[in-house]
């Protein structure tokens, strides 16, 4: 069965460094978002893509954040200056057609 | 912002039993609603949907009940099993021009099959 997977799974890193989150999402599927779950909180929307362009961003999603598919499988997740509130749990998701998304096993973000 | 609300943080059932999880939302747009199951350190797994023209959906143990003038839906599963012990999401999402649909989470209820 088709799933969407992420990389790393888990990524620590000092403040104010660059990190990129890597998805691969399921193959025939056209948008693509990225949430994410602060430990004790909602999982929250952060952005959407659709077309190579981002259709729509969330107030979380500033200057500091940027996506990327670079190629036909990827989709990315930069974040330019990490932060200590910037630790969550990244999750991808992916739909087609319909309107079922479909979410990786995330990537835990740990930012010391 | 609470637009999904899952007021029930946990719940215990027995194994064999009904689970009955409910979420209310206040966003008359929502016209998808759909389900999830997490375990810790893991993605949203994806359970069951409804579309806000219809009232029922049925997959298996799971079904889901939307009541559209009460702003209510609620995940039935029976019978309940200790392998279905996670967290339950209740998510929402309204059409768009954009398309980007996004999701609006709860909170989610931990449910706990007792053998």
């Known amino acids: 069965e088709p799933e969407v997977t992420q990389t790393p799974s888990h990524q620590v890193t000092q403040m104010g460094q660059e990190v990129i989150l890597r998805c691969v999402p399921i193959?025939?599927?056209?948008?693509f978002y990225w949430y994410r779950q602060i430990l004790g909180q909602k999982v929250e929307f952060l952005v959407s893509?659709?077309?190579?362009?981002?259709?729509?961003k969330s107030e979380i999603f500033d200057d500091q954040f940027s996506v990327e598919r670079p190629d036909g499988s990827n989709f990315t997740l930069k974040i330019r200056s990490t932060k200590l509130e910037d630790s969550a749990m990244y999750f991808c998701?992916?739909?087609?057609?319909?309107?079922?998304?479909?979410f990786g096993p995330g990537t835990r973000l740990l930012v010391l | 912002d609470q637009q999904v609300k899952q007021n029930s943080p946990s719940l215990s059932v027995q194994e064999g039993r009904i689970s009955i999880l409910n979420c209310d939302y206040t966003?008359?747009?929502?016209?998808?609603f759909l389900w999830y199951k997490k375990y810790p350190a893991e993605g949203p797994t994806f359970l069951i949907s409804?579309?806000?023209?219809?009232d029922k959906n049925e997959d298996g143990r799971f079904t889901v009940f939307l009541n559209k003038s009460a702003k209510h839906l609620s995940l039935h599963i029976v019978p309940s099993q200790p392998g279905d012990s996670a967290v339950y999401f209740c998510?929402?999402?309204?059409?768009?021009?954009?398309?980007?649909?996004?999701?609006?989470f709860g909170k989610g209820t931990k449910l706990t099959v007792n053998p």
């Open positions: 998701a992916s739909r087609g057609a319909q309107e079922t998304q479909y």
């Open positions: 193959s025939n599927h056209l948008y």
């Open positions: 893509f659709y077309n190579n362009e981002i259709s729509e």
């Open positions: 966003n008359s747009m929502f016209d998808y």
């Open positions: 409804i579309s806000s023209i219809k």
């Open positions: 998510a929402a999402s309204a059409e768009t021009q954009g398309g980007s649909e996004k999701l609006v």
